[in-house]
């Protein structure tokens, strides 16, 4: 098989260390990847959202196989514009067409449809400029925090929790005048899940489908879960409050019922949802959906899949992915983001990067960074993934944080407590 792999960070950097294993794999390309990938795959330097150009890369390297790492090209359409194409549409691809992709791209898509099939997820209802009035009244039947959600994609920041009535009111009328542009032409309001969260994986033909490995993100900035919101500062798989019972509720309420939900709908989906869930008391609710891997969990998830991951990814989109078992390790999986000073507000790039052939114990996942006269150097915020694997999170806690003093750069920030929460599960 000869695979492309759309996208440029740690996530797609584990894409490509894992599916450069297969014994299937002829030729792997990665657009526009970066430094790690260019050691295990071809990059090819295109802008992805250039439809065309990746068609073009497509056929210049007799691609078989197209795996979209993030979700802006999905929510863009690039299922659609593979299956209209000619020459595109008998490619394999692995993900959903724009309806598919909404389940990320519109929250209020997401909640009617977890709603029309009895998903468990939090009560919410949706408002837009001209129910202003019933947004505030719907505010006061609800208790702080006050949960306010832009309905469209808004780079991850359009999740507003607010403590009080007076500042919901505030955002409310701040995200419809545009504080989000577009995104935010409707706010879903939604009511205040205690507990603890956790990410688990799918991935899905439309009938059958795979359930991956779990993990848990460390999203905020700082230690003890303070700080600002960043993509992810580390994660583990497994979670140790995801024992055999949770999941299977995580199977029977949800997974089956959203790939039922997507078919009836006659929504065909090809790839992976990425359910974002809160644990209340051993009860799972949904936060969200993606319709991609997460990053950092996928660094910390692909490790432990034993079994052929381009197998699997083959299978999916064939739609023959009941025949595809997937095999775990049981292992613990720890990953490290390292991320540049100052993210993830204003932060400087270019800074050379030393250490890192040092690294014995560890899966190094780029993320940003580029190769400049020879030298690797930050190109972004979150800059490197580290991978631990090991018998349980103490360890993988002191085989990170030994092997990351090796490595330099200007700036460099990482958080101290990734698993320390969970050491006492
Ligand atoms: P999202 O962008 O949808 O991932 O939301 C960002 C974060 O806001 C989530 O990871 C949760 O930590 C938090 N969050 C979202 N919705 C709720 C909710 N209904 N109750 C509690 N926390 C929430
Ligand atoms: N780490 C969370 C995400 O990928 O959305």
Not at 117 to 139: H, M, N, Q
Not at 183 to 195: N, T
Not at 225 to 252: I, Q, R, Y
Not at 253 to 271: A, F, N, Q, S, W
Request: contains cysteine; hydrophobic residues 40%.
């Amino acid at each position: 098989m000869r695979v492309l792999i759309i996208g440029s960070g740690g996530r797609e950097s584990a894409f490509a260390w894992s599916i450069s294993k297969s014994p299937m794999l002829e030729a792997l390309c990665c657009a526009p990847g970066n430094p790690g990938t260019a050691k295990l795959a071809k990059n090819l330097e295109i802008d992805i959202k250039d439809f065309n150009a990746i068609k073009q890369a497509v056929l210049e390297n007799r691609i078989g196989l197209v795996i979209v790492g993030p979700e802006e090209p999905l929510v863009n359409g690039l299922g659609d514009f593979f299956k209209q194409d000619d020459q595109l549409k008998n490619l394999l691809f692995v993900g959903p067409d724009r309806l598919g992709a909404q389940l990320e791209g519109s929250k209020e898509f997401a909640k009617n449809f977890m709603q029309k099939w009895s998903i468990p997820t939090a009560s919410y209802r949706s408002f837009d400029k001209s129910s202003v009035g019933e947004a505030e009244k719907f505010l006061e039947t609800l208790k702080a925090p006050y949960v306010l959600k832009a309905d469209g994609l808004a780079a991850g920041k359009g999740v507003v929790i607010l403590d009080n009535i007076e500042n919901a009111r505030r955002e409310l009328h701040s995200m419809l005048e545009g504080k989000f542009g577009k995104a935010g032409d409707k706010v879903v309001i939604e009511e205040y899940l205690h507990g603890i969260e956790l990410s688990v994986f799918v991935l899905t033909d439309g009938n059958d489908y795979l359930i991956l490995p779990e993990a848990k993100d460390y999203k905020r900035i700082g230690d003890g879960d303070t700080g600002l919101n960043t993509g992810g500062m580390g994660a583990v798989s497994p979670v140790p409050f995801a024992g055999e019972l949770f999941m299977k509720k995580v199977e029977e309420r949800i997974v089956k019922p959203t790939i039922e939900g997507l078919k009836r709908d006659g929504i065909k989906y090809t790839g992976f949802i990425f359910v974002g869930l809160m644990n209340c008391d051993g009860e799972p609710y949904v936060i969200e959906y993606n319709v991609r891997m997460g990053d950092p969990e996928t660094e910390a998830v692909l490790p432990r899949i034993e079994s052929d991951l381009l197998a699997h990814l083959t299978a999916a989109a064939r739609g023959e992915l009941g025949a595809e078992v997937i095999i775990k390790d049981k292992r613990q999986a720890m990953t490290l983001v390292t991320v540049s000073g100052g993210y993830p507000e204003e932060y400087g790039k270019g800074f050379t990067i030393d250490g890192l052939e040092e690294l014995k114990e560890v899966n190094i996942f780029h993320a940003g960074t580029k190769s400049l006269d020879g030298k690797t150097v930050t190109a972004g915020g979150r800059v490197l993934a580290i991978t631990a694997l090991s018998t349980d999170i103490e360890s993988c806690r002191n085989i990170l944080y030994r092997e990351i003093s090796s490595v330099k750069y200007d700036g460099i920030y990482y958080r101290k407590d990734i698993g320390l929460d969970l050491l006492n599960y």
